[in-house]
């Protein structure tokens, strides 16, 4: 009997251990580990900030796995030793024929002084009610919405939930002063500057003010604090800095980049039997910028994992290869929505496109979670 343990059930985690029942003996061991009880697509909280849906209706319970003959272990992760392939739960020591380590990014709030005190963390679920109360009793003044932090996930997810927002206000007869602001020098790098352009005009044709290379050191009362500027804000939406989680950071798997290196085709570390994937790796792309973090390329990762190991298990060569291949949503208000997408990891540069606006995008968007949610849940 072989034994292969996953750590983390987001996207990649799930992901790896659906392919594997189906590829492996089932007298083979999969085991599952994750500190949250539930499942979530991360761009639901944009949903739930703007009162379009709730966060409950888009989770489903992770014990629900096992009836794939999964088991799933809801504890935290306190140690990794990648060398024996072993993960400690406590006192709980469990080894493993392979390990898989999808723990995600850890969002650190505390990196900017101030930020917990004064701001609404919005890639946190467990601050999107606070944050969604504060925007439905909100009347007006200054709406600042920051990124406090490169890398961080889905990348488009600010321009969204900027525009998303002005509508939710317009429809309230709410003419407030929205900015969103990014450390970046334009708003989505891998676009190119094309791209970029038509994301910042439809920001500015719906008056919202598009701030690059701000860099926030603090947050104080009623303002962010950069280099060589202050901006006042009635109402702050951030995301805050991201970094592997501490038992990754001290696994000794963590590179220069400050993420975990991987193999970018195999996933594999350099420790044998041990891949990494999802938003705790960094990946560079053909023109030597990172790969985005998104749910699409931590789901492909798993399922290319999965295919590696079942055939190592087999005595066979692993022939799957991560592909790069996706994209993003970017919902843009009036039901439409664009696609950031391509082949991300094409040599020399990626091939990447910004798709038009349209309600077809938006109802794939709907679809991408709800077949997911179907396909790995249940009704």
Known sequence: MKRVLILGGGFGGIATARRLKQRLDEKDEVILVDRRDYFMVGFRKTWALTGQSTLEAGQRALDSLTSLGIRVMRDTVTRIDPAARTAWMGDQRISADALVIALGAELAPENIPGFQEYAYNVYDPQDIRRAAQALHEFRGGKLLIGVFGVPYKCPPAP??????????????????????????????????????????????????????????????????????????????FGVPPHRPPAVVRESGLVGDTGWVSVNSRTLETPFPGVYAIGDIVQIAMGNGKPLPKAGVFAEAMGETVAERIAATFAGQEPEAAFQGEGGCYLEVGNGQAMMVRGHFLAVPEPEIELTEASTENLAEKRAFEDHRLQAWFGA
């Open 159 to 236: 321009y969204e939930m900027a525009l998303l927002i002005r509508e939710s206000l317009q429809a309230r007869g709410n003419k407030a002063e929205i900015q969103v602001f990014t450390p970046q020098p334009v708003s989505m790098p891998l676009l190119g500057q094309t791209g970029c352009d038509i994301i910042e005009s439809r920001l500015s044709d719906n008056g919202i003010t598009f701030l690059p290379n701000r860099k926030a050191s603090a947050v104080e009362l009623a303002e962010v604090i950069f280099p060589n500027e202050r901006r006042q804000f009635d109402l702050l």
